[in-house]
């Protein structure tokens, strides 16, 4: 008997994301569902020497490959059916990248959205090659590397489900927010940056689109407004906000093309720009100029 066709919809699959060995899928709401499933994505540069014998077909044989790629395995992808419509004109692939970038933020840093295709991956081996779409979207590697987080099968679910309660919130905030979505995009693509310097620039460039109110005294505003944000008053507000002050040095250093920051300083602007993204997805708001201001002056 064969198997019935998959359903209709997106697929992703993401690499460096294992569910609970007692989990097969997670459902996540308007139809969406995250499963366990199997492929492996190889990578290797394949060169043909002569030109196709006709228009749309394959070039002429012998094919080449270069030197030795990269794999990946993917253990589990998202699915989104047809009769999801994304809010606010956005697109399948759009809520995939929010999905994975969350993801990021609470789980492992190093997930990648590897993979979108027209079918699950699990039956793919039964799809005919004219029916088929399946592409690759990151495959490119990790040129900063921050720490994983490996507490324990029960904390990772619950941060699992943190995603599960908020990437509806999320979503809503990327398609309304142009502050808020640039600083996810920030989040999401600069660990694909090879240079730290312009890594380090694009995380504050983020936070600066969040929290200046004007360019003067940037540095000032910058730092006391985020940890006003991020910390009610009182002696930790001070420190945080000592931190940030010192780490936008780092990122004007960097700017200004005389880096002088280490690794720990980009981690450390991962986790401020982590703190800041987290909070305001769990608030379900992004924090206008005069709200921040009262953050400031301690008005409730």
Known sequence: MSKPNPPPGYYAGLTNLVLHPDVEEVKLGKGLVMRRTFAHFMISNTVAFRPPVAPGKHHGGPWKATTQGDGFDVFTEIYIPSTYKPPHGLKPIEVVRTLTCMLRLHCNPEILFLLEANHSLSAFAAVPD???????????????????????????????????????????????????????????????????????????????????????????????????????????????????????????????????????????????????????????????????????????
Not at 139 to 159: C, F, K, N, V, W
Not at 190 to 198: I, K, M, N, R
Not at 243 to 261: M, N, T, V, W
Request: net charge neutral.
């Open 130 to 300: 004219r029916d088929m779409i399946i592409r690759p979207i990151e495959s490119t590697p990790h040129y900063i590397h921050l720490q994983m987080r490996d507490d324990g099968l029960e904390a990772a679910a619950s941060r699992l489900m943190w995603v599960v309660q908020n990437w509806q919130t999320a979503v809503d905030l990327m398609g309304l927010q142009a502050d808020f979505k640039l600083a996810m995009e920030a989040y999401e693509l600069s660990t694909f940056v090879p240079s730290h310097a312009l890594t380090l620039v694009s995380l504050w460039g983020a936070l600066e689109a969040l929290f200046s109110p004007s360019t003067a005294e940037l540095r000032f505003r910058v730092s006391v407004l985020i940890s006003s944000y991020l910390c009610k008053p009182g002696k930790a507000r001070l420190e945080k906000q000592k931190e940030i002050f010192d780490l936008y040095d780092k990122r004007s250093a960097a700017a200004h093309g005389k880096p002088k920051h280490s690794e720990l300083h980009l981690a450390q602007s991962y986790g401020i720009l982590r703190a800041v993204l987290t909070q305001i997805i769990e608030s379900k708001h992004v924090p206008t100029k005069d709200e921040l201001n009262d953050m400031l002056m301690g008005v409730q």
